[in-house]
């Protein structure tokens, strides 16, 4: 089956990729435009296997995109949200130092996060962290109040509505296998036939790299799959936390460490780890995918990583052990 004349395709169904779509839908009605997603259902992926935190822009470079996304894109997220009757919860959220050689890094993050415009930041002692998480220890502490929750999968199908009722075409179960380019047009192979665009905006997420390439791009680099793990608090203990408790990341990993995350259904989180996943899309343990598998051990960057934080990794690996062990 072909499916020819539109304007714009998006590839990727998760909230980017519909946030886009929705957004284009709105600036140039007469346009048409189709999202392509192979699964049967949007946020499937990162969207919808995220903790829900609505940042406020602590961590990010000064004047990047990040930062922009968070403070700017904070304030038109709870907009629509609130226009359209979507639940969510500014519950607040501490980074908390737990000793005196991790505040100034502490008051980088502060600095930080002031010129990004993260609204309403304090720094504050043991008393006032006391008041906000009494269960919480440390000798200082950001509280940033502009941070919330939110379900993004549940904000990604109200993306999906809007999308529709502009006219926006959502093609569910529509696996894209490969892109040419001819006649001014891009074709795309998918498991529900040719579909033609003029325009491609790569939304794809994990398969970003791999669409891009199929898209004739070389994007220099390669998703490897990282999972992340978290134990659930028990209904009985989750009043420790009221909001949401972070430590004071470690400059050297890519990470913001372990914490403490509170959801909109009431439930309480900690973590997550960062285990390598066997699978781009491996949300268990025994998730396990070959070419993926192989893909991220021919690739010399991830090599180059792991040279760089094995020491981490090694420590970490050792102390769950002995935690598990004793």
């Given at each position: 089956?072909?499916?020819?004349?539109?304007?714009?395709?998006?590839?990727?169904?998760?909230?980017?990729?519909?946030?886009?779509?929705?957004?284009?839908?709105?600036?140039?009605?007469?346009?048409?435009?189709?999202?392509?997603?192979?699964?049967?259902?949007?946020?499937?992926?990162?969207?919808?296997?995220?903790?829900?935190?609505?940042?406020?822009?602590?961590?990010?470079?000064?004047?990047?995109?990040?930062?922009?996304?968070?403070?700017?894109?904070?304030?038109?997220?709870?907009?629509?949200?609130?226009?359209?009757?979507?639940?969510?919860?500014?519950?607040?959220?501490?980074?908390?130092?737990?000793?005196?050689?991790?505040?100034?890094?502490?008051?980088?993050?502060?600095?930080?996060?002031?010129?990004?415009?993260?609204?309403?930041?304090?720094?504050v002692g043991?008393?006032?962290?006391?008041?906000?998480?009494?269960?919480?220890?440390?000798?200082?502490?950001?509280?940033?109040?502009?941070?919330g929750i939110?379900?993004?999968?549940?904000?990604?199908?109200?993306?999906?509505?809007?999308?529709?009722?502009?006219?926006?075409?959502?093609?569910?179960?529509?696996?894209?296998?490969?892109?040419?380019?001819?006649?001014?047009?891009?074709?795309?192979?998918?498991?529900?036939?040719?579909?033609?665009?003029?325009?491609?905006?790569?939304?794809?997420?994990?398969?970003?790299?791999?669409?891009?390439?199929?898209?004739?791009?070389?994007?220099?680099?390669?998703?490897?799959?990282?999972?992340?793990?978290?134990?659930?608090?028990?209904?009985?203990?989750?009043?420790?936390?009221?909001?949401?408790?972070?430590?004071?990341?470690?400059?050297?990993?890519?990470?913001?460490?372990?914490?403490?995350?509170?959801?909109?259904?009431?439930?309480?989180?900690?973590?997550?780890?960062?285990?390598?996943?066997?699978?781009?899309?491996?949300?268990?343990?025994?998730?396990?995918?070959?070419?993926?598998?192989?893909?991220?051990?021919?690739?010399?960057?991830?090599?180059?990583?792991?040279?760089?934080?094995?020491?981490s990794g090694?420590?970490?690996?050792?102390?769950?052990?002995?935690?598990?062990?004793?």
């Amino acid at each position: 089956m072909n499916f020819q004349g539109y304007d714009i395709a998006v590839i990727g169904a998760g909230i980017i990729g519909l946030a886009t779509a929705m957004r284009l839908a709105q600036e140039y009605p007469r346009y048409k435009i189709i999202v392509l997603e192979k699964d049967g259902e949007v946020a499937q992926h990162q969207t919808g296997h995220n903790s829900g935190v609505i940042h406020a822009g602590i961590y990010y470079a000064p004047g990047s995109q990040k930062a922009n996304f968070c403070s700017t894109g904070g304030k038109l997220l709870r907009q629509f949200c609130d226009e359209r009757g979507i639940e969510y919860e500014m519950c607040g959220k501490v980074i908390v130092a737990i000793n005196d050689e991790e505040v100034p890094r502490l008051q980088d993050l502060y600095e930080r996060g002031t010129a990004n415009g993260a609204e309403g930041l304090e720094m504050v002692g043991k008393e006032r962290l006391a008041e906000l998480e009494p269960y919480a220890a440390g000798v200082q502490a950001i509280f940033s109040p502009n941070t919330g929750i939110i379900d993004f999968k549940e904000v990604s199908q109200a993306y999906a509505t809007e999308f529709g009722e502009n006219g926006g075409d959502l093609f569910l179960n529509t696996a894209v296998h490969g892109i040419t380019r001819r006649d001014g047009q891009m074709y795309m192979e998918t498991s529900r036939g040719e579909i033609a665009a003029r325009h491609v905006i790569n939304c794809a997420g994990l398969q970003a790299d791999q669409v891009a390439r199929m898209m004739g791009g070389e994007p220099g680099l390669r998703i490897i799959p990282f999972r992340g793990e978290y134990f659930s608090i028990r209904p009985e203990r989750q009043y420790l936390v009221r909001s949401l408790i972070y430590p004071v990341p470690n400059p050297s990993l890519p990470f913001l460490g372990v914490h403490f995350t509170k959801r909109v259904t009431g439930s309480v989180e900690a973590g997550p780890n960062a285990v390598l996943a066997f699978a781009r899309e491996g949300y268990t343990k025994t998730s396990f995918s070959l070419s993926d598998t192989l893909g991220t051990f021919t690739y010399p960057g991830f090599w180059k990583m792991s040279m760089s934080h094995w020491k981490s990794g090694w420590t970490n690996s050792t102390a769950r052990c002995e935690s598990r062990c004793s």
